[in-house]
């Protein structure tokens, strides 16, 4: 995938490979989710975390990507590093251990994490903008945030999945974590962020991504 | 008979009498069980003036206005029949001058009466089985049910087939122990195992006799099937050909019930009667997409008389007695036998004079099946489910509702829940299952024990952890999980151009009614349906809310036939295949299906009743199997679907099915024929058993089915929540989460207490496992295999389904492969 300048990898896992710089992206983790539930007596499967962790140890060690850059919600609330179970702390920091982890911070995680890494607003990368929220206008800006999902229709069958979105200016990365839902591209949060006529839109499939036409689009 | 007219208080027998009616002889059987301190189980059809004989007892016994506090609970599947029955009521308790006390509860009724309710009691509350458990979770409960001396249940049959059924036997069993001099008298249609019905109301109270009631039949229904002059259709639901014909049995009488299967069923039938009501009779519209505001005025006009036809779905099927019927008709498969009998029963609420009933097929393997139902219904035959047993999700609920009312020992609990019929035989295991996973979420990982829902007590009594748990409780309470649903309303059409996007959409316009949201994902702007009895078409959502406008067009382009809620019975099933393999009954067949069978033998072979038909042919570029194994859409979709992941792994390259209630087609690149002649295919080895096995483990996975069915038993089971005090979720976020809280625990624990209620709901609902698997072992080395050069004249039907009905097998991923091939092409110029 060709983006501002810029070859990637994207992946089925949701997780943008950057071979440049040997770096990963992911977007929206919001790792401990579930147990944010339970606290409100929902008591949501404590597994989401665990899974999330392992879908990024695989992706890193199949890419063999040297930096982790999240690009904000990686926990779900402010405080839910503190919520982590034994195991799940363990293994996040056995995976901040091996790679140089930067978290920016998100609508959800605005404050720096006791974890490790470095946490920071936004960051400027070979040119890019790397941030949270998507903008108008902005050229060369890599964020998540929104959750896009496509959902497609052709010859009778349909399917709705995650989705890489970008017109060359603004990419939008699908949520990572295990526990996070999507939101279609046709649907009013998206409105004016694009220009449509240079779309492309890349689908998360089971062991490939798929590049789709936009004029395949429906909402829903 | 020991109890006569005689043993009633005189001024009930006074009342009779000024009316000049004597009480049936089942009203004083009821009576007399009562009299013998025994529950009742009273079986009898419509009409039967069953209502009635529940209240006597209670009548006779609160005639001397020194009874205190509540005495009888009414409780019915509808808040509709409650207010009726209050009615009917409320008019001979005022014309006796009886000092008895009648009020409703349902939903409806206002938060201060119902508080009131609570504390000062009428002597008989009607309500439904949702108010009691909601009552149940109060401290008060005891208090207020202490008293209690009869319980009356109406429509029995058609609450113990439902989660609403669980739910209601185990309010039964705490209302047993709140009250010691408690007897039941249910009322049920007739049904295939009244005895299952009678210990079902027997089992909260195991010292207690309970009595079996039984009326005569009354006369036997008249039942025909449309006899036409047109052609029948091979394939469709719509039963156009119909339409005359029906309009002029509609005009020679009064006022007919016609029943379809589905809603959009009865749209198109509604359609195609005004089409041509040059009369213009009154004919109205009846489903549950309706507005309730619809639906009522519909009722009412109909209890007026004022209506010549109603075209409903089973919507009507329960209810209020409507006794100008004069004929009902089924139009499109009957499904049952005494699904079909109960219709019928709503026609002519009499016992005397015979109902009478006009069968339609749509289509000429209906022409069988209404064949069959002819037979059954001649026999009296019943096909009734029987109760369903044991779900962890309203066991969950229950047991969280039973910590609101007071703190409880987990023995004494059990012990109680092993007398409601549903959960005899629950093991103490899995009664700790459930217990574990209402305090914290029952995971192996144990997570969340500060979050804990229910603490335990140094004594050793569960309670709960704060009163949000309670509140919270009661907002969650009930069974019926409602598909999200989007409203429909009509905009003023703004000449709609293809290729244009709408931008925002003026509100204003009237509701037509509510539509299930799964539906309108699929449509483009510009889709015709069919709606509210009007050709619709879409112009775009905003929020809740889905936008239509009256369309020019004659054919509406989405079908939207989704699909009967009922499967064929296997009664009904086993009688279609015996009429197909007796040429000797094909005489009262019409020509043209009589026709149809012998094509058949003579170009295939005819399906057998003990063997499974499997026919392979090409046709086109592709290779079709075909199977006959009359089981019912769901069952036949989830074979399908095992049978797709065995045929990849045969290398026979399936592209996807197709399934209608009585066959199953398979279609792919790989020459099947060839195949299974050369032995690398034995179908034997493809239909064996063991797909239930490691084959439905692997799609259960995936599935969108399991997913639906997850969602449902989460909800009920409290780990998602209906709605927030204040703020109400809507159906597409409880969706959408859902679906990945079932991905997350179906990986880490899949035999997690939920997912076991899942399976075992899918099992029996969405993808009917039980049945397909009694299929499997019937047919076990008995499979006929007849390779053809070309369409059987019985595979037909299906194959004119195929781009009509939605197609299964890989579609997510190759949706996606096709459109990206297709982004390629034009990448390449080629489009």
Redesign the interface.
């Known amino acids: 995938m060709r983006f501002a300048g810029h070859n990637f990898e994207p992946l089925p896992s949701g997780a943008l490979h950057w071979p440049g710089q040997q770096t990963l992206l992911v977007a929206d983790l919001h790792l401990e989710k579930m147990s944010s539930f339970a606290r409100r007596g929902q008591m949501l499967p404590p597994y989401d975390t665990g899974m999330t962790l392992a879908r990024l140890e695989a992706d890193l060690r199949r890419t063999g990507a040297k930096r982790l850059i999240s690009l904000g919600d990686s926990f779900h609330r402010a405080d839910a590093s503190s919520l982590l179970t034994h195991s799940d702390r363990m293994r996040l920091d056995a995976l901040t251990d091996i790679v140089d982890c930067i978290w920016l911070s998100g609508n959800h995680d605005p404050a720096p994490h006791a974890i490790g890494g470095t946490c920071l607003p936004e960051l400027e990368l070979a040119g890019l903008t790397l941030t949270h929220e998507p903008r108008r206008g902005a050229a060369g800006l890599i964020s998540g945030h929104l959750h896009p999902a496509a959902h497609i229709h052709i010859e009778g069958r349909s399917t709705r999945r995650p989705c890489f979105v970008h017109d060359n200016r603004l990419m939008i990365l699908p949520a990572y974590g295990a526990s996070t839902g999507s939101i279609n591209i046709m649907s009013p949060a998206f409105i004016g962020l694009f220009n449509w006529p240079g779309l492309e839109v890349t689908m998360l499939g089971r062991d490939r991504t798929y590049p789709v036409s936009p004029k395949r689009l429906v909402r829903g | 008979m020991g109890v006569l007219l005689t043993d009633l208080p005189p001024v009930i027998t006074d009342w009779f009498a000024a009316k000049g009616w004597a009480p049936r002889e089942h009203q004083l059987a009821v009576l007399e069980s009562w009299h013998a301190k025994a529950s009742a189980l009273l079986i009898a059809p419509t009409g039967a003036g069953k209502t009635l004989a529940g209240f006597l007892p209670t009548l006779s016994d609160l005639v001397d206005g020194e009874f205190e506090g509540l005495h009888t609970l009414y409780i019915s599947p509808l808040k509709a029949l409650a207010v009726d029955v209050a009615r009917n009521l409320t008019t001979p308790i005022a014309e006796m001058g009886l000092p008895i006390k009648v009020e409703t509860r349902t939903g409806d009724t206002p938060a201060s009466r119902r508080a009131r309710q609570r504390v000062k009691p009428p002597h008989i509350l009607l309500t439904t089985p949702e108010q009691i458990a909601l009552l149940l979770s109060h401290p008060q409960a005891e208090l207020l049910f202490g008293s209690l001396r009869r319980i009356v249940l109406d429509e029995l049959h058609a609450l113990v087939t439902s989660k609403r059924g669980e739910l209601l036997s185990l309010a039964l069993a705490r209302l047993a122990k709140l009250a010691p001099d408690l007897r039941i008298t249910a009322l049920s249609a007739t049904v295939a195992r009244p005895d299952l019905l009678r210990d079902w109301i027997a089992q909260p109270l195991p010292d207690k006799p309970t009595h079996l009631l039984t009326t005569s039949g009354g006369a036997p229904p008249v039942l025909e099937i449309l006899d036409t002059s047109q052609r029948l259709p091979w394939a469709g639901h719509s039963a156009n050909y119909a339409h005359h014909d029906l309009y002029e049995t509609i005009k020679l009488h009064k006022t007919t019930l016609l029943f379809v299967n589905t809603r959009s069923q009865a749209e198109m039938l509604f359609q195609g009667l005004w089409a041509i009501n040059d009369d213009m009779l009154p004919i109205a519209l009846h489903h549950g997409s309706l507005s309730v505001e619809q639906r009522r005025k519909v009722e009412s006009a109909m209890v007026e008389g004022r209506l010549k036809a109603v075209v409903c779905t089973s919507t009507l099927d329960l209810g209020i007695d409507w006794g100008d019927v004069d004929l009902v008709v089924q139009v499109g498969a009957p499904k049952g036998s005494s699904r079909m009998l109960q219709r019928i029963g709503r026609a002519n609420h009499r016992l005397d004079e015979p109902s009478k009933a006009l069968l339609v097929p749509s289509n000429r393997f209906e022409v069988l099946e209404c064949e069959a139902a002819l037979e059954a219904v001649a026999e009296s035959h019943q096909d009734s489910e029987d109760p369903i047993t044991g779900g962890y999700d309203v066991l969950a609920q229950h047991v969280l509702g039973m910590a609101c009312a007071e703190p409880f020992l987990a023995d004494e609990l059990f012990e109680e829940i092993r007398r409601a019929w549903p959960y005899r035989d629950l093991p103490r295991a899995q009664f700790d299952r459930v217990l574990d996973?209402v305090a914290?979420?029952?995971?192996a990982?144990r997570?969340?024990e500060r979050?804990a829902?229910l603490k335990k007590t140094e004594d050793g009594h569960w309670r709960i952890a704060n009163p949000?748990?309670a509140q919270?409780y009661r907002l969650n309470i009930g069974t019926i999980v409602e598909e999200p649903m989007v409203r429909v309303r009509l905009v003023r059409g703004r000449g709609f151009k293809k290729g244009q996007t709408t931008g925002p959409i003026g509100a204003g316009g009237r509701v037509l009614g509510e539509m299930e949201e799964y539906f309108?994902?699929?449509?483009?702007i510009g889709d015709t349906f069919m709606f509210g009895g009007e050709i619709v078409a879409f112009e775009g959502?905003k929020d809740n809310e889905a936008f239509v406008s009256r369309a020019q067009a004659s054919d509406p382009k989405i079908p939207s036939y989704m699909g009967g809620r009922f499967p064929l019975s296997t009664y009904l099933a086993e009688r279609v295949r015996r009429i197909m393999d007796s040429p000797e009954e094909w005489t009262k067949l019409p020509d043209q299906v009589s026709d149809w069978l012998r094509l058949q033998r003579d170009i295939s072979v005819l399906p057998r009743r003990d063997s499974l038909l499997v026919e392979t042919f090409p046709r086109g570029a592709q290779n079709y199997m075909v199977c006959y194994p009359f089981e019912g859409r769901l069952a036949h979709q989830t074979l399908g679907m095992l049978l797709t992941r065995r045929l990849e792994r045969a290398r026979a390259r399936p592209l996807g099915f197709i399934a209608s209630e009585y066959a199953l087609a398979i279609w792919g690149l790989g020459d099947l024929s060839g195949l299974i002649r050369t032995d690398r295919l034995s179908l034997d080895d493809l239909f064996s058993e063991d797909m239930l096995g490691d084959d439905l483990e692997d799609w259960l996975d995936e599935s969108a089915l399991m997913k639906r069915t997850f969602r449902n038993c989460a909800i009920i089971a409290g780990?998602?929540?209906r709605r927030h005090p204040g703020k109400e979720k809507t159906g597409r976020?409880i969706t959408?989460?859902s679906d990945?809280?079932y991905?997350?625990?179906y990986?880490?624990?899949p035999d997690?207490i939920l997912i076991q209620a899942t399976r075992h709901d899918a099992a029996r609902g969405l993808l009917d496992i039980e049945r397909l698997g009694d299929m499997l072992r019937r047919i076990r080395s008995h499979i006929v295999h007849k390779p053809l050069e070309r369409v059987s004249p019985l595979a037909v039907p299906l194959m004119l389904d195929i781009?009509k009905e939605?197609?299964f097998g890989e579609?997510?991923?190759?949706?996606?492969?096709?459109?990206?091939d297709?982004?390629i092409r034009?990448a390449m110029g080629q489009i």
């Open positions: 996973f914290t979420g029952g995971y990982l997570a969340y979050y829902r949000q748990v919270q309108f994902g699929t449509l483009l959502m780990l998602i929540e976020q959408m989460s990945l809280i991905d997350v625990l990986q880490h624990e997690h781009g939605p197609i579609g997510r991923e190759s949706a996606m492969a096709d459109a990206a297709e982004l034009e």
